[in-house]
């Protein structure tokens, strides 16, 4: 039967590869086959079945097939080789020593000896600096590789499962590395390697782990006086465990999990010689698990925890063995019995060996206290492995800096000096429990929520971004008016604003000129020098300026100095109160912060307590409302309201001005009326969430007035306001008092303030001729009911030294009609007047993104008029717009506009009729810049802008907030107006502009500009300038293959290809290239034409002066 056996697997069949292989047999399928094929002859059919059915009977179960090998490959580099056979099954290979030849030897089980595998020696060549030589010879189990090597080579072998287009594979890494395989009764003839692994416990074989197992890259050992340390380094976290508790024979199990048995693991046995504590260690491997037997003179315990990569080390895994009882000494001179090695077990003889210093050295602790490292969960979450301390009652104590870091509480619990740091015991810290796993050595601490440390958290941030310094430059605004009537009369003006800008900061000059009936005049407005600090939000200006007003004071123009706050230079700063909102997590949590029934933020929080401050929410009065969900769903709610106002300033903030120059007089009239010396200081302060204080000082050589002002919250009834100041002047003193409330919500909003003032009470923004109102009070409600729209009332009064009061009311109503549009109403009524009210409604129906139709009428004592409109917007790039109005009395007026506006202006021409006759208008609005060297023209600059250029490209869109703005010229240039200073401007350009060699590092620029300043902007984005380059030497030969050509001065070198060609990038005009190869060098020169090919190919160029 075994002759049989023996002819069915020498019978070959043809490979895809062309090789051939066994034929599989199977109890099923392939005796059938096989064995039917010979006896195709008819007459011979019975014949036939009668054999095979006693074939069958008597042939013993071959259901394990043969291993078929397809393909072998060998790779090799500088640290390592690797042979892989590519087989139809996966093949189980054992590793072993050949002590007589010297030779690494490789049993293949089940794999047939045929000329693909015989190939393999072929394959690893004679120039193998890792294998010299392959050996194949058959065995009765297989296949047997022999392996020799120049010198001791360490191994690796594992399987790789069939997949990407591969069948199963086994590899076999080979590193140049001191193999000491281990010494005991070993025959002669086989030292094993690994330990039993296949179903006969007595082979030495290694089963090789699946590629998912961890492996095993170094192994140290390390003695200390009360211990051996163990290391395994690993490419991943081993995940070890005690299996077996200490036995009286001192034998302790370890777990390693699928932990790769190699010759680099088993080297751990050999640097346990000579040391006390631990006798032998010997490895087994069961399925896909590990395991590691430690055998001591006495009973042992284990303390295992595991480092994470750092400095150079990949994941360690640390075994520390403890005795657990007291060690007999013995003589030095007195060795252990050999091992039997046979079972893969080293025995360690005791002997002096200094210690390692892997221990912190103790300061101050007592001989009771025990060191030991362990893996410490929080509340089930993982956080570190800390060494911590067991005093002799088996307390746990734990570095007090460790529980700061895990945010435990700790006030009051006296420490224990240990080293440099000290350790609190845990039993002292109220609430706390734990629990120590000694399978896993994990500590284990259960701590109640409200025993952490509170987790702080901020809402929004109260930073801004960082402005760029602009580069020396200058602008100018103008905007041309013109009127011409059916009867010749004309007018006309024109507004310029004027500007530089740089590192220092900003100066604008606005000028306006008139022409009207055959009369000319120019005036200046202003004239402002201004330099912002965003750091400390504040502005400096010199020239034309307007006072900071108070609460109860007006603003005045000046010409002369003024430094203060300016929050505009942060827009993202909320300079008013914001709520905070806190709970207690039991478990790490998601919150949730609804502001109105609106999801205005959400935070990951830990265990413990927490705050989240400065929550975004809007002005008035509202509710947040604060969901917290655990990791298993469950949610808690709390709902707060809350009350914001803009007028209170956040605790500690302050809002300053400080004024000093020459009141400015007729304004609009006269370009350089200035009159007397004025100065105001103006200080407001947050002292709490809830009260904002005041202070206002104004005044000339011949008035002052002094006041102070404050700002109350009152909870969710809203915000109260006082002040009181006093004056003096020539004609006496004066006071003025005020009082105001104001509430606001989304449903219901009121206020009320009234101002009382003596007659003597003098203040800047009046003339001496004229004083300030007795008394102003004014009021007003507001009702908003939702989809019903939301109606409102106010009133008004004013009592006029020597003049008529004032006092009116009004109501008004508007809601939103759905697809009609918006609608509003109102009534306004003179108290005190026998007039009749006046009645206004308006209509506005949305039509598209730019269109709009419109209705406005007013209606008094049967007087009515009313104004349709239509308008086409502009759109915000290049385009045209237009209006259309006319009123529905015959006499009304009517009128038309038609706009065009592209990259460099507005344009309007109107037209309008009346009784009077008709008119025509006509109007200009742009700009123009002056930066980088060049001129642009541009829209009205409005804030801040930026040129921007994309060098050497022309007609590339370029995008600012993702709106096109314009395409740059024939250099290059582009302007983007219109920027939003102190905030980030994402500008970017439009790839598929740009040609195919253009090199690009960066499609987007974030441009942040002061105000009315401007950046350059420059895309990295060059010109590759990349073509084939043929390469000929003076002889007319090709440049050789493998020369290496540089550009100009560039260090890069670009490697020549077959027929001297070479691809070259960053050529100019005209370049210089130097040719290097085998010791000698040439030089050339090539010019770059100009061509719209984007991978040009020029030459042959010859390469001239060939130098050795």
């Given amino acids: 039967m075994a002759l049989r056996t023996g002819a069915i697997r020498a019978r070959r069949k043809m490979t ?349 602790t007592s001989d009771a206290l025990i060191e030991a490292w362990f893996e410490v969960h929080v509340n089930g979450t993982p956080e570190d492995t800390v060494l911590v301390l067991q005093d002799a009652t088996g307390k746990v104590l734990v570095r007090a800096a460790d529980l700061e870091r895990w945010r435990i509480h700790a006030t009051g619990v006296a420490g224990v000096p240990h080293g440099t740091d000290d350790y609190l015991p845990l039993s002292a810290i109220a609430g706390l429990t734990y629990r120590i796993d000694p399978s896993h050595g994990t500590l284990l601490l259960d701590v109640p929520a409200n025993e952490f440390t509170a987790t702080r958290f901020s809402g929004v941030s109260r930073a801004g971004d960082q402005p760029t310094p602009s580069p020396p430059g200058a602008f100018v605004n103008y905007d041309i008016f013109g009127v011409r009537g059916t009867h010749g009369s004309s007018h006309a003006s024109a507004l310029v604003e004027a500007g530089v800008f740089g590192g220092w900061g900003t100066g604008s000059s606005t000028f306006l000129a008139r022409h009207q009936d055959g009369s000319n005049r120019a005036l200046r407005l202003d004239t402002t020098w201004t330099h912002d600090r965003p750091a400390d939000m504040a502005s400096l200006r010199f020239g034309d300026v307007i006072s900071a007003p108070s609460s109860w004071g007006r603003g005045v123009r000046f010409g002369g100095v003024q430094w203060g706050t300016n929050f505009a230079t942060q827009p993202g700063f909320i300079s008013f109160p914001l709520p905070t909102l806190g709970g207690v997590a039991a478990e790490p949590s998601t919150v949730d912060f609804y502001v109105n029934n609106v999801l205005r933020l959400r935070r990951e929080v830990p265990s413990g307590p927490f705050a989240v401050q400065d929550l975004p929410i809007v002005t008035g009065q509202g509710d947040i409302r604060m969901v917290v969900r655990d990791l298993l769903g469950r949610e808690q709610v709390v709902t707060q309201p809350f009350y914001a106002s803009g007028g209170l300033l956040a605790p500690g903030l302050r809002d300053y001005s400080y004024e000093l120059g020459l009141a400015r007089e007729n304004y609009g009239l006269a370009s350089n009326d200035y009159g007397r010396l004025v100065a105001a200081v103006t200080e407001r302060h947050g002292f709490s969430d809830n009260f904002t204080g005041e202070l206002h000082v104004e005044g000339t050589r011949r008035q002052q007035t002094l006041g102070i002002g404050s700002t109350v919250l009152l909870g969710n009834a809203g915000v109260l306001t006082a002040s009181f100041a006093g004056s003096h002047d020539a004609t006496g003193t004066g006071a003025l008092a005020e009082l105001g409330i104001q509430h606001q919500s989304r449903y219901f909003s009121y206020g009320a303030r009234t101002q009382l003032t003596t007659d003597g009470f003098v203040q800047l923004g009046y003339s001496p001729s004229t004083r300030p109102p007795r008394q102003t009070s004014s009021a ?99 385009g045209v717009g237009y209006r259309l109005q006319t009123g529905l009395a015959a006499n009304d007026p009517r009128q038309a506009d038609l706009s065009l506006q592209n990259d460099v202006g507005t344009y309007t021409l109107g037209v309008a009729s009346g009784p009077d006759g008709q008119a025509y208008q006509a109007s200009v609005r742009g700009g123009v810049a002056l930066l980088s060297g060049k001129v642009f023209p541009s829209r009205h600059i409005d804030g801040s802008f930026a040129v921007v250029q994309v060098p050497g490209f022309a007609k590339v869109r370029v995008y600012a907030d993702n709106q096109q703005i314009g395409m740059t010229d024939s250099d290059g240039y582009a302007l983007v107006p219109r920027l939003r200073p102190y905030q980030k401007n994402p500008i970017r350009i439009e790839q598929a502009d740009l040609p195919m060699d253009a090199q690009i590092e960066g499609l987007q620029l974030d441009a942040v500009p002061y105000y009315h300043s401007a950046l350059a902007l420059t895309f990295p984005v060059t010109r590759s300038r990349g073509a084939i380059v043929v390469i000929k030497l003076d002889g007319g030969s090709y440049l050789p293959a493998g020369a290496e050509v540089t550009v100009d001065t560039h260090a890069e070198a670009f490697p020549v290809g077959l027929r001297g060609e070479v691809y070259l990038t960053g050529l100019g005009e005209t370049s210089r290239l130097h040719a290097t190869w085998n010791g000698k060098s040439c030089d050339m020169t090539i010019g770059f034409p100009t061509t719209t090919d984007p991978l040009p190919r020029l030459g042959p160029v010859t390469c001239h002066g060939i130098a050795p």
């Fill in 780 to 878: 007003f409600m507001s009702l908003n009911v939702g989809r019903f729209g939301s109606l409102g009332l106010n009133y008004t009064h004013q009592d006029f030294r020597g003049q008529e009061d004032v006092e009116l009311v009004g109501v008004n109503y508007s809601r939103s009609i759905g697809w009609l549009g918006y609608v509003s109403l109102s009534a306004l009524q003179f108290l005190g007047d026998a007039a009749a009210p006046l009645f206004s409604m308006n209509l506005t129906v949305p039509l598209g993104t730019v269109d709009s139709a419109s209705f406005s009428g007013q209606a008094r004592a049967g007087d009515m008029h009313g104004t349709v409109q239509y308008q086409h917007g502009l759109p915000v790039g290049t």
């Fill in 16 to 364: 895809r590869s062309g090789s051939t292989a066994a034929t599989p047999v199977s109890r099923r399928a392939g005796p059938r086959a096989d064995l039917r094929r010979p006896f195709k002859p008819a007459h011979k059919t019975g014949s036939t079945i009668a054999c095979l059915a006693v074939l069958l009977a008597i042939m013993p179960d071959t259901s394990k097939a043969a291993v078929e090998v397809r393909a072998v490959r060998v790779g090799l580099d500088a640290e390592h080789t690797r042979l892989v056979l590519e087989s139809d099954k996966p093949i189980h290979a054992r590793m072993g020593h050949d002590a007589r030849t010297g030779t690494l030897v490789v049993d293949l089980d089940d794999v047939a000896m045929d000329p693909t595998l015989a190939g393999l020696g072929r394959a690893v060549g004679a120039n193998n600096p890792f294998i010299t030589g392959v050996r194949m010879s058959p065995t009765s189990s297989g296949t047997r590789m022999e392996l020799t090597s120049p010198a001791s080579i360490m191994p690796r072998i594992f399987n790789l499962r069939s997949g990407d287009g591969h069948a199963d594979r086994l590899v076999m890494d080979f590193y140049r590395a001191p193999l000491e395989p281990a010494k005991g009764n070993t025959p002669a003839h086989q030292t094993a390697l690994a330990p039993a692994m296949g179903p006969d416990p007595s082979e030495a074989a290694a089963v090789l782990p699946v590629p998912d197992a961890v492996h095993v890259i170094a192994v140290q050992a390390a003695l200390v006086p009360d211990r051996v340390r163990l290391v395994l380094e690993s490419d991943r976290p081993i995940q070890a465990r005690v299996i077996h508790p200490t036995e009286p024979d001192g034998v302790l199990a370890l777990d390693l999990g699928d932990v790769a048995l190699d010759a680099v693991l088993l080297g751990l046995s050999d640097k346990i010689k000579r040391n006390p504590f631990l006798t032998s260690i010997r490895f087994r491997r069961d399925a896909a698990v590990t395991q590691m037997d430690l055998t001591a003179p006495a009973a042992i315990a284990l303390q295992i925890f595991h480092l994470a990569p750092v400095a150079g080390h990949a994941d360690r895994l640390v075994v520390d063995i403890v005795p657990t009882v007291s060690l007999p000494k013995q003589p030095l001179d007195t060795p252990s019995a050999p091992a039997d090695t046979t079972s893969n077990t080293a025995v360690a003889t005791p002997a002096p060996v200094p210690p390692a210093p892997v221990a912190p050295a103790s300061r101050d």
